[in-house]
């Protein structure tokens, strides 16, 4: 049997874990280079809102990290013990882990502390989505979710007076406490769904009656 680190090395390469980092560092790179670009959106009212670029790269660096759970085994790792289960809960928490604090470093440099903690919130609402999207239609549309939320994020953010609505969470300052309350509302719903394996949900349709 393989130890510890080849088992790591065949998940790694796997699930193409070099093509994620470079991913990741190419965002960053985009982050740093035109974080500060303005999005130009219409909105149901008059005028146009403007939403920095750096606001949305938690999106693309949250799809990456969750998309990273798929691979070009995933028949056979649907069926797998709880060993491996073990390893992909590890990537994904060290996967998290690494682009928050790639997140907290490079913002600390280039932006407001305010921004950390906006851009911290978003990334793990975006993982939250991307973790229910992978579970519910195959990790490589971890995707469809965040993608979708850009929509209502960016054309309906602004209420008639003006004023960014609660819940968005792009905008709204990083101590906001209904913004974070999504945040741990999204996360654990992306925990369930994490959980909820197909030998899982097959084992619970047979209990039900």
């Known amino acids: 049997m393989p130890d510890l680190r080849e088992s790591w090395g065949l998940y790694l390469r796997a699930h193409r874990f070099r093509g994620i ?104 609402i975006w993982v939250g ?10 990790w490589r549309f971890s995707w469809i979710l965040p993608l979708a939320t850009l929509f209502p994020l960016t054309y309906w953010q602004v209420d008639g007076a003006g004023r960014f609505r609660w819940w968005d969470w792009t905008d709204q300052p990083g101590t906001s406490i209904p913004c974070w309350g999504i945040a741990a509302g999204s996360l654990l719903a992306g925990g369930i769904a994490m959980a909820l394996t197909p030998w899982r949900v097959a084992r619970l349709r047979r209990l039900l009656p």
Do not use: Q
């Not at 991307?130 to 195959?138: N, Q, T, V």
């Open 21 to 124: 980092v470079a991913g990741w560092v190419a965002v960053i790179a985009c982050d740093v280079a035109f974080g500060s670009a303005r999005l130009v959106f219409p909105f149901s009212g008059s005028g146009s809102s403007a939403t920095p670029l750096r606001h949305e790269i938690p999106l693309a660096l949250a799809v990456m990290s969750v998309g990273g759970l798929g691979s070009v085994m995933n028949s056979l790792e649907e069926g797998a013990a709880k060993g491996f289960r073990r390893v992909e809960i590890a990537y994904l928490a060290g996967a998290v882990s690494a682009v928050t604090l790639s997140l907290v470093v490079t913002e600390f440099f280039v932006s407001p502390g305010g921004t950390v903690l906006l851009l911290v919130r978003a990334f793990l």
């Open 129 to 138: 989505l991307a973790l229910l999207s992978g579970r519910a239609w195959g």
